[in-house]
Nanobody, 126 residues
Framework: QVRLVESGGGLVQPGGSLRLSCVVS????????MGWYRRAPGKQRERELV?????????DYADSVRGRFTISRDNTKNTVYLQMNSLKPMDTATYYC??????????????????WGQGTQVTVSS
């Protein structure tokens, strides 16, 4: 099974920044599309896909974070990052990374490869 370890969350004031990291234990990491999801408080059954990055470095973002968040990857470290700037209280959530499948129009989390990680908590509050 693939193991996912997220880190970098914390408490930040509105307008602040955080950088999340996710280490992926998968030998084919460089060949895979990775995504960051988040789950807001009180929405235990819903995860929102906020950003994806393909093996070629192409990126895609949810409208809610476009222009504020940047996803990147370091294939030498099997790590995907999420740089979050201009944070808002609505960004408060637990953030998870996972490999994603892509049909050309739709992404889905590859939970067939292994479970979600523990996530990392981001709280934006003054």
């Amino acid at each position: 099974q693939v193991r996912l370890v997220e880190s970098g969350g914390g408490l930040v004031q509105p307008g602040g920044s955080l950088r999340l990291s996710c280490v992926v234990s998968r030998s084919t990491f460089s060949l895979n599309t990775m995504g960051w999801y988040r789950r807001a408080p009180g929405k235990q059954r819903e995860r929102e896909l906020v950003a994806t990055i393909g093996p070629d470095g192409s990126t895609d973002y949810a409208d809610s974070v476009r222009g504020r968040f940047t996803i990147s990857r370091d294939n030498t470290k099997n790590t995907v990052y999420l740089q979050m700037n201009s944070l808002k209280p609505m960004d408060t959530a637990t953030y998870y990374c996972i490999e994603v499948g892509y049909t050309g129009t739709l992404y889905w989390p590859r939970t067939d490869l292994g479970p979600w990680g523990q996530g990392t908590q981001v709280t934006v509050s003054s």
